[in-house]
C-alpha cells in the first residue's frame, strides 16, 4: 500500500506537491479549507485547519501529515502528537514559524546572525527602540502576517498606536532595526526526521511591495565565504529548531557584509519554485522525500542559472488560460506553472521557471513569459 501523505492547507504549495507524489509513488490528500482551491485536484476533504475534530477525521487516513501554510493552532498539533499521529515538521519546531517572537529569542539562543530586536508593547517602549536605533525601526505582528502584511517602517512611537491598542494581555509587537541591506537572500534546507540534511545553493530574491517578485539561482555575485555562511546558518536553524521537511531562511545582505536572518518558513517556499525545473530534485519532491523520511534528493542545479519569475495579478480581462498558447510559442524554453486562481491585483497566480547559461537572457525570457500573462 502507497504511504498516504496528508497536506493541510488547499493553497499553491500543496497544489505543486501532487505531480511530484505521483512520481513517488506515494498517495497525498488535501484538507482544503473550501471547495475550488488551488489543490482541489488532491482534496479529500474540506473544513477548518482550527478545528481539532476535522483535523483529527482527516489525519486518521494519512501516515504522515505535512503542511500548505504554518497556521494550524499549537493546540490541534500537540493534540495529534500525543495521539501518535506523524506531524512534520512538528509543533515544537513549527512554533518559530508561527511567532516572530518565539523565532528571534531561540535564533538569540543559537546565535545565529538577525537584527537587533525587542518586543514592544506601549508607544513609548517603541519610541526608546527608535532613539535606540536612528529613529527607524520595521514593526511586525508576531503572528498571522506574510507577503508584506503585518509589517510597517515607523519613525515614531505612534504609529503603530492602532496595532498596540489591538495587543490583548502579555503580547507585544516586534521591533526589528531598519537593515541596510543590499540584496535579500533565502537559503532552504532539507531535513529528514533522523537529521540528515542538504542544502539548495543560496538564492538571490527581489520584493516588490513585499511580495517576491523574482529569484535568481544560484545568488549572483556570491563569493564562496557568503555560500559557506548561508549555508550553515541554514544548517544551524534546521537543526537548533528540530526542522523536518523543507526550511526556508530568508536573509538580509548588508552593506557591511554581515548576513542576517529576516523570517522563516517550513515548508516549500516561494524563493525555491526555481528549483522545480532549475535542480535535480525540486523543492516540492524533497519536501514530501524528507516527511516521509524518504532519502534525500541531489539538489545541484542543471545549468548555471536558473531564474523564477512570479505572475502577480493576471490579466485584467480573460483568463490565465486565454494567455498559455501565445506565451508558450513565443517563449518554448519557459516553464510555466499557474495555480489554479481567478486573478486579482497584486495575487500570486502563478509562476515562470527558466533555466541556462546566460543568465541576462534567462531572465529576459522569464521576463517577458510572465508578462504574457498579465
Same mark, same amino acid.
Given at each position: 500500500?502507497?504511504?498516504?501523505?496528508?497536506?493541510?492547507?488547499?493553497?499553491?504549495?500543496?497544489?505543486?506537491?501532487?505531480?511530484?507524489?505521483?512520481?513517488?509513488?506515494?498517495?497525498?490528500?488535501? $484538507?482544503?479549507?473550501? %471547495? @475550488?482551491?488551488? =489543490?482541489? /485536484? #488532491?482534496?479529500?476533504? !474540506?473544513?477548518?485547519? *482550527?478545528? +481539532?475534530?476535522?483535523?483529527?477525521?482527516?489525519?486518521?487516513?494519512?501516515?504522515?501529515?505535512?503542511?500548505?501554510?504554518?497556521?494550524?493552532?499549537?493546540?490541534?498539533?500537540?493534540?495529534?502528537?500525543?495521539?501518535?499521529?506523524?506531524?512534520?515538521?512538528?509543533?515544537?519546531?513549527?512554533?518559530?514559524?508561527?511567532?516572530?517572537?518565539?523565532?528571534?529569542?531561540?535564533?538569540?539562543?543559537?546565535?545565529?546572525?538577525?537584527?537587533?530586536?525587542?518586543?514592544?508593547?506601549?508607544?513609548?517602549?517603541?519610541?526608546?527602540?527608535?532613539?535606540?536605533?536612528?529613529?527607524?525601526?520595521?514593526?511586525?505582528?508576531?503572528?498571522?502576517?506574510?507577503?508584506?502584511?503585518?509589517?510597517?517602517?515607523?519613525?515614531?512611537?505612534?504609529?503603530?498606536?492602532?496595532? $498596540?491598542?489591538?495587543? %490583548? @494581555?502579555?503580547? =507585544?509587537? /516586534? #521591533?526589528?532595526?531598519? !537593515?541596510?541591506?543590499? *540584496?535579500? +537572500?533565502?537559503?532552504?534546507?532539507?531535513?529528514?526526521?533522523?537529521?540528515?540534511?542538504?542544502?539548495?545553493?543560496?538564492?538571490?530574491?527581489?520584493?516588490?511591495?513585499?511580495?517576491?517578485?523574482?529569484?535568481?539561482?544560484?545568488?549572483?555575485?556570491?563569493?564562496?565565504?557568503?555560500?559557506?555562511?548561508?549555508?550553515?546558518?541554514?544548517?544551524?536553524?534546521?537543526?537548533?529548531?528540530?526542522?523536518?521537511?523543507?526550511?526556508?531562511?530568508?536573509?538580509?545582505?548588508?552593506?557591511?557584509?554581515?548576513?542576517?536572518?529576516?523570517?522563516?518558513?517550513?515548508?516549500?517556499?516561494?524563493?525555491?519554485?526555481?528549483?522545480?525545473?532549475?535542480?535535480?530534485?525540486?523543492?516540492?519532491?524533497?519536501?514530501?522525500?524528507?516527511?516521509?523520511?524518504?532519502?534525500?534528493?541531489?539538489?545541484?542545479?542543471?545549468?548555471?542559472?536558473?531564474?523564477?519569475?512570479?505572475?502577480?495579478?493576471?490579466?485584467?480581462?480573460?483568463?490565465?488560460?486565454?494567455?498559455?498558447?501565445?506565451?508558450?510559442?513565443?517563449?518554448?524554453?519557459?516553464?510555466?506553472?499557474?495555480?489554479?486562481?481567478?486573478?486579482?491585483?497584486?495575487?500570486?497566480?502563478?509562476?515562470?521557471?527558466?533555466?541556462?547559461?546566460?543568465?541576462?537572457?534567462?531572465?529576459?525570457?522569464?521576463?517577458?513569459?510572465?508578462?504574457?500573462?498579465?
Amino acid at each position: 500500500m502507497a504511504l498516504r501523505v496528508g497536506v493541510i492547507g488547499g493553497g499553491q504549495l500543496a497544489r505543486m506537491m501532487i505531480a511530484p507524489a505521483v512520481e513517488l509513488g506515494l498517495e497525498l490528500r488535501v $484538507l482544503a479549507e473550501e %471547495e @475550488g482551491m488551488a =489543490a482541489g /485536484l #488532491a482534496a479529500t476533504a !474540506v473544513g477548518d485547519y *482550527r478545528d +481539532l475534530d476535522t483535523v483529527r477525521a482527516f489525519a486518521a487516513d494519512v501516515d504522515v501529515l505535512t503542511f500548505d501554510h504554518e497556521h494550524v493552532p499549537q493546540e490541534v498539533l500537540r493534540a495529534l502528537v500525543a495521539e501518535g499521529i506523524a506531524v512534520h515538521p512538528g509543533p515544537d519546531a513549527l512554533q518559530f514559524a508561527q511567532d516572530k517572537l518565539v523565532m528571534r529569542a531561540r535564533l538569540a539562543e543559537l546565535g545565529v546572525p538577525q537584527p537587533e530586536w525587542a518586543p514592544v508593547r506601549s508607544a513609548d517602549d517603541l519610541q526608546r527602540f527608535l532613539d535606540e536605533h536612528d529613529g527607524a525601526a520595521v514593526v511586525k505582528t508576531p503572528r498571522g502576517g506574510y507577503d508584506g502584511k503585518g509589517v510597517r517602517v515607523v519613525r515614531s512611537g505612534a504609529e503603530a498606536q492602532d496595532w $498596540l491598542d489591538a495587543l %490583548e @494581555g502579555s503580547d =507585544a509587537l /516586534l #521591533a526589528e532595526e531598519l !537593515v541596510p541591506f543590499v *540584496r535579500e +537572500l533565502a537559503q532552504q534546507v532539507a531535513r529528514r526526521p533522523g537529521g540528515e540534511m542538504i542544502p539548495y545553493p543560496v538564492v538571490e530574491t527581489v520584493q516588490r511591495d513585499g511580495v517576491c517578485a523574482e529569484v535568481i539561482a544560484p545568488a549572483p555575485a556570491a563569493t564562496e565565504r557568503l555560500a559557506e555562511v548561508a549555508e550553515d546558518i541554514g544548517r544551524r536553524i534546521a537543526e537548533g529548531l528540530g526542522v523536518t521537511g523543507m526550511l526556508a531562511v530568508e536573509l538580509f545582505e548588508t552593506d557591511d557584509e554581515r548576513i542576517l536572518v529576516n523570517e522563516l518558513a517550513m515548508r516549500p517556499h516561494n524563493s525555491g519554485h526555481w528549483s522545480q525545473d532549475g535542480a535535480v530534485t525540486g523543492q516540492f519532491e524533497q519536501h514530501l522525500r524528507a516527511v516521509a523520511d524518504l532519502p534525500l534528493g541531489d539538489t545541484r542545479p542543471r545549468a548555471s542559472w536558473a531564474v523564477m519569475v512570479n505572475i502577480l495579478g493576471g490579466p485584467a480581462e480573460g483568463t490565465l488560460g486565454d494567455r498559455f498558447e501565445a506565451a508558450m510559442a513565443a517563449h518554448p524554453d519557459a516553464k510555466i506553472h499557474t495555480y489554479g486562481k481567478a486573478p486579482r491585483p497584486g495575487r500570486k497566480v502563478g509562476h515562470v521557471n527558466v533555466a541556462g547559461d546566460d543568465l541576462d537572457d534567462a531572465v529576459y525570457v522569464a521576463r517577458a513569459a510572465a508578462a504574457a500573462f498579465v
